[in-house]
C-alpha cells in the first residue's frame, strides 16, 4: 500500500510539473508579440532566415530558428549557435527555443517547423508555437512515407499547423483549394503569392545576395514582411546581409594535380522536382565541364526517395557515371535500372569514405569534369561536402 501510494503521489508531482512547465511555456510565448510559424517541403529554412533578416533590418527585436541542414538559433543581432541535441530531433526542444527568445525580450519569433508526421505539426503549433503568421513555402511529394503516399496528402499534412485567427501565406499554386479549406476551417486569411509578385523580383535584386536564393522565397518573405510594415528596400538589405543555410547550393573548383573538377553541393534538395531543376541549373552553368557524375546519397531509412529520385532520373539530362553512396543503395540501384539507366553508369560506394568517393571521382572525371551531389545531406553527405571543398583553392562559393 505505501508504495502504491508513493508511485501515485510521484505521478501526480509529475503531472504538476509538466502542467506548471506548460503553463510558463504559455507565459513566455504571449511575451513575444510576433510569432512567425514556417513550414513546407523546399526553402523553408532559407525563408525563415529572410523574413528574420528583413525584421531585423526593420527594426524589429527578432530571434529565429532553423531545423534545415544544421540547426541553429539566430539571435536579434544576427549572430548564431548551433542547437545542442543530447540525442535525436525532438519537438520539444522549441520550447527551449521559446524560452531563449523571451529572455532576449524579442519582439519577434520566427521558427521553421521541425515535425514530419501529420499529428506532431499540430502539436507544435497548437502547443508549442500558437502562430500569428504561418508560412507555407510549397508541397511537394517528398518524406512520402510519412506524409504520402501522394502531394496532395503531403499538403494535408502540413496544413496541421495552420493557426487560428491568424495569416497564413503561401507560395504553393497547385493545392490552393486545399489551403483555402483548412484556413476557413481555422478563421484564418490565406494570402498567396502571385506569379506576378515572383516575377518582380528582379535579377538585380538576386544578383545582391552572395549566394543563389529563389526569387519564389524572397517573394514570400516580402510579402510577410509587408503586412507587418516593413520597408521593402530595408527588408532587402537586410536579407542581402543575411548568413544563408548552411545547405544552401555551393560550388567548389579544384585543380587535383592537373585534373579540373567542379563539385556542385545540391545535396539539400531531395524531391524529383527540385533535385532535376538544380541539374540543370549546373549542366547550364558548367556546359563545358567535360564528364558529369552525380552521387546519390542514400538511406535506407528513406526507401520512398531513393524510388522516386531513381525512377524520374533516368529522364534527366544524362550524366556519365552515378555514385551511390551511403546506405541501402541496392533500392536505389533497382529502381534506375528498371526505369532504363545504364547498369554500367553505376558505381557502387556503399561502404566508402569520403576520400574514397573522392578518388573514384576523379579516376571516372578524368581530365575535366562536374561532379554533383544530390538525395541527402546528412551523415556522409555532409563528409563529402567537406572533402571537396577542403581541396579547393578558393575554397567554396555560392553557386
Not at 128 to 155: C, F, K, S, Y
Not at 335 to 359: C, N, W
Amino acid at each position: 500500500m505505501d508504495g502504491s501510494l508513493a508511485l501515485l503521489g510521484t505521478t501526480g508531482a509529475l503531472v504538476g510539473l509538466g502542467a506548471l512547465e506548460s503553463l510558463v511555456h504559455q507565459r513566455r510565448l504571449h511575451t513575444i508579440p510576433l510569432r512567425i510559424h514556417v513550414n513546407g517541403t523546399r526553402g523553408k529554412s532559407s525563408v525563415t532566415r529572410l523574413i528574420a533578416a528583413g525584421l531585423r533590418s526593420g527594426g524589429v527585436r527578432t530571434c529565429a530558428k532553423t531545423t534545415g541542414t544544421l540547426a541553429r538559433m539566430i539571435l536579434p543581432d544576427g549572430s548564431e549557435y548551433p542547437v545542442f541535441r543530447p540525442a535525436r530531433a525532438n519537438v520539444i526542444e522549441q520550447v527551449r527555443i521559446v524560452r531563449a527568445a523571451a529572455e532576449s525580450e524579442s519582439e519577434a519569433l520566427v521558427m521553421e517547423c521541425m515535425a514530419l508526421v501529420p499529428y506532431l505539426q499540430w502539436l507544435c503549433e497548437f502547443r508549442l508555437v500558437h502562430a500569428t503568421h504561418a508560412v507555407i513555402t510549397n508541397a511537394r511529394a517528398d518524406h512520402l512515407d510519412v506524409m504520402g503516399p501522394t502531394e496532395h496528402d503531403v499538403a494535408l499534412a502540413l496544413l496541421g499547423m495552420v493557426p487560428k485567427n491568424g495569416r497564413l501565406y503561401t507560395a504553393e499554386r497547385r493545392h490552393l483549394e486545399t489551403f483555402q479549406r483548412a484556413a476557413d476551417e481555422r478563421n484564418t486569411e490565406l494570402i498567396a503569392v502571385t506569379e506576378d509578385e515572383v516575377n518582380a523580383i528582379t535579377p538585380l535584386e538576386l544578383s545582391q545576395f552572395s549566394f543563389i536564393e529563389h526569387a519564389e522565397n524572397v517573394a514570400l518573405a516580402l510579402r510577410v514582411l509587408k503586412d507587418l510594415e516593413i520597408d521593402r528596400s530595408k527588408a532587402l538589405q537586410g536579407m542581402w546581409a543575411a548568413t544563408p543555410d548552411p545547405g544552401i547550393m555551393t560550388t567548389a573548383e579544384i585543380n587535383f594535380f592537373g585534373r579540373e573538377i567542379v563539385f556542385v553541393n545540391g545535396f539539400a534538395a531531395n524531391d524529383p522536382e527540385s533535385t532535376e531543376r538544380i541539374w540543370d541549373m549546373a549542366c547550364d552553368r558548367y556546359p563545358d565541364s567535360g564528364k558529369r557524375i552525380i552521387i546519390f546519397n542514400c538511406r535506407f531509412d528513406r526507401p520512398d526517395r531513393s524510388k522516386q529520385l531513381a525512377e524520374v532520373c533516368a529522364k534527366w539530362r544524362p550524366a556519365d557515371h552515378y555514385i551511390l553512396i551511403g546506405s541501402g543503395t541496392y533500392i536505389f540501384a533497382k529502381y534506375a535500372t528498371a526505369a532504363g539507366l545504364d547498369h554500367r553508369k553505376l558505381v557502387m560506394a556503399e561502404d566508402d569514405s569520403p576520400q574514397e568517393i573522392f578518388e573514384k571521382a576523379v579516376e571516372l572525371g578524368g581530365r575535366n569534369s562536374m561532379v554533383m551531389g544530390m538525395m541527402n545531406i546528412g551523415g556522409i553527405g555532409l563528409e563529402i561536402v567537406r572533402y571537396f571543398r577542403n581541396r579547393s583553392s578558393v575554397g567554396e562559393r555560392a553557386f
